[in-house]
């Protein structure tokens, strides 16, 4: 069941306050119900046995009595029964005799099919929670866990403290393999000597090596990459990469991590000792391998700055040079022009300058930036350099790798200079005339330059890698072993839905795409579409819709009844709906202060304001305080939870379906300004500042289902297929089968690999009219579309790569590998490889298929646009939410990147979710007193309106009035409170 369908499970009363959407969704009785309580029952016990039946239903547990309970649902239930709704007292004193209370709940648990735990229940729970222990980071998520792993089997769920126990032990026990683990892999005078070092003082300084250790990177530079280098060498000699800590898992590993990440050095040093080594252990292996991915990752910024000033200095030699030709072409015109003398001296004369001319003239522009990065010998030597004690692995037949192993010997033999004779790898084409120059000096510049851009190259398709690297691995480790692939791959095939052969695949398909190019083709005849003389296809503007001043009224209207609203307000009103802070905490408040630092936490991840701001912004809260919340909703996961939760809740309010099926989504990205020194920001093109991505997916009806921060002006296609994914991933949510997207979010490998996990990617492309039509070779073209076509498709170079694909989607949908890291290893980079000329091939078809529809059908193209404006219209939001930059000192861990980006990301959802509840609110009141209010005016208006939120100012929470709903309560507080 999705998380918000789960949120009343485990709960041991029914809640003082309950919503009208909530009754409805979990409180309500069929005319089943109703018949069988009248049959068993007289009437004045049947509203107490009604509503132990509901919340046996939606808790998993049986009711002990009435100490608080919703006047709505009394009154709805009392109605549904035909009986007068009495008083709480009245019914409390019905459960005061224990054997009423007792057959009440036999009669709802036999009614219901629950059952009590027997012992071979408690092994099998036992054993689950042992299996998501290795991977929680805490145990009130195996609390959870274990609620909800009763509740899908109908067994009836058992008092917290029985429920604590077991989440316990399990953590307990898979703590002791963990350390069992730890101390195989790295012995007890070992462990003692990296505790011993970690805690020591580096030298010349009073910062620890674990404090120098936990610093981020700053701003992008030499200096920043000879850092991050240093700490790879000190993590390396201290042993860390040979660890082998493969029975622990990653989650776990990063879970430890961030304990120690989160913690001052002297309070990690006073745990427990065998606590302490498996988290120093964890800390130091994670950060080893996440400092080299850093570190690869600068280097490849590094080459690309290098290149493009290289790039630079090659246009302005080249505009220099531009100039001097003219003057040259002017002196010989001159001297052609000078009759004093003879023709003949004219003539030579001429020749000589024109040949000067010629010299100056020749090589392509990319040959010029080779010989300007060349000449950049310094900070070349420099980059690689900084890698020269990385312990790359690679495929012998690689040219980025045995150029790299030729520089690494030279290096070591102090060579600055290519003598005659010297053997060198093969450098390409490009490449050979400068590295095999006269000037021995100038050949091994140029070959330490192809070095570096051939390394890049090689790292980023995978064919050159290190074993401590978490995105830079071999490239099959990170699919399916060829030995499992052998027996697993019928099975495989048939869990993603996919045929065993590439001819069973492709035939349906060709058999659309001779449709869609039929239906091109009438469109063309219809004059719908048009194919100029120029060979570019035209199509016409989206026709408007009708009718546009009633919906701006209607949502004038709307709004207007809504009226202004405080954040803190929207925040637990949402929260109380949703219960989204118990999903954050992985238990129900303890305390007030405890629900108001974490939504401090929150605004202070997800807006423009940091912890010092947000104390001052709420009374009562310390900067400390909010701190700490920030610390424990990084890298969690809960974060995510929290926003499904929210989204789901959203989706299923009536209005909402009136939006969409929930089928369908958009993805974007959405640029957050950064400080320049970030070192993995980028300038966005746009807007001309420094900046970093949000990427977001929003669903149909308007929530924001995935999110992700990335780096800009990279290709998105990896992180929009990877989302989806990651959504439908999960068998009890609604699947989305279309995606759309815009230019950077499409690859035709990224079609390919899409459609084989299950769901369209739709691109609105940049320049469609330039586009063309990939067909297979031998295909009938119908009758003048031939000038849009390009016949570039090849079916066999599919039929010869299907089995590598389907290892390739397969090993996505297993979780070995993310989307993300599959595009980025298998795409461009990876061109000449089968398995990328097969996603290329099939993709090109795929973007065929797609085309037909989108060119000849326009309210598929409406469709497409209406996704994507949607998006749009929420990153406006977005950027209300979150209206400045991210502080200097912020965002330099991914981890803290991640909870800015899920922090925004729930915000965003808790607006959206506000909105849409007061909206259905509105409509039904105006409904109700008679004023018409049209569906499809409905469908076009949007809660993405936030001119009535108040995101700024004192921030003041009245927890008081949602404190039943939100704050844990002993039963003694629960009785007081509804006495």
Known sequence: MPAFALRFVGQEALPPRLSEFDREQFFTLSSADVVAIREQFRSDHRLPAALMLMFMRVAGRPLDGFNVLPRNLLRHTAQVLAVSPPSIASLRSIYK????LSKHQLWAKTYLGLRELEIDDEAALTAALLAQAADASHADDLVQAASHWLFTRRILIPGARRLQDWARDAFAAVEAHILGAVNAAVPPAAAQKVVDAAYSARPDTDTTHLE????????????????????????????????NLRAVSLAKQQAYARQVQARRPVKTREIKPSRQLIELICFLRVTLLELTDVALLQTSRRSQQLFREAADKAQSNRVRGTTGLI?????????????????????????????????????????????????????????????????????????????????????????????????????????????????????????????????RKSLRRGSVWLDHSLSFRERDQMLIPLADWAVQRDEQAELLGMPKSAADFLEPLLANLMAGMSAVAEAQRRGKIEIGADGMLHLPAITALPDQAEPVRTRETIYNVIGNVQFPDMLLEVDAATGYSEALLGHRAQSTNELVALYGALLAHGTDADAKGVASMIPGVEPTQVTVAMRALEGSGRLRRASERVAEFQSRIPIAALWGEGDKASADMMSLDVSRHLWNARVDPRRRTYAAGLYTHVRDRWGIVYDQPIVLNERQAGVAIEGIEQHNSAADRIRISLLAVDTHGYTNPAMAIAKLLGFDLCPRLRDLAERKLYLPRGFTVPDGLEVVTVRRVSLAAIERGWDELLRLVASIRSGRVSATLALQRFGSAAQGDPLHRAAEHLGRLLRTVFLCDYIGIEDFRREIHTLLNRGESVHQLQRAVYSGKVAPERGRRRDEMKAISGSHALLTNIVLAWNTARMHEVVERLKRDGIPVDDDWLRRIGPVHFSHINFRGTMKFGVEKFAAALIQRTPGQATRMAS
């Open 212 to 243: 120098w250790l936990k610093t981020p990177s700053k701003r992008h530079g030499p200096s920043t990459l000879t850092e991050t280098v240093d700490k790879v060498r000190y993590l390396k000699e201290l042993g860390a990469h040979d660890w």
């Open 97 to 100: 005799r224990r054997q009423t």
């Open 327 to 455: 003057q040259q072409a002017a002196k010989a015109r001159s001297v052609l022009h000078d009759e004093s003398k003879t023709w003949q001296a004219r003539v030579l004369e001429a020749r000589e300058l024109l040949a000067e001319l010629g010299e100056a003239a020749s090589g392509s522009f990319v040959s010029l930036v080779r010989k300007a990065l060349a000449e950049d010998s310094q900070r070349v030597r420099a980059c690689l350099g900084a890698l020269k004690d990385l312990d790359f692995g690679g495929r012998a037949s690689d040219p980025g790798y045995e150029q790299w192993k030729a520089w690494s010997e030279l290096h070591r033999q102090g060579v600055t200079e290519l003598k005659d004779g010297l053997a060198l790898p093969d450098v390409g084409a490009a490449w050979h005339g400068l590295v095999r120059d006269l000037d021995p000096r100038s050949g091994f510049r140029a070959y330490e330059a192809c070095t570096m851009m051939s390394l």
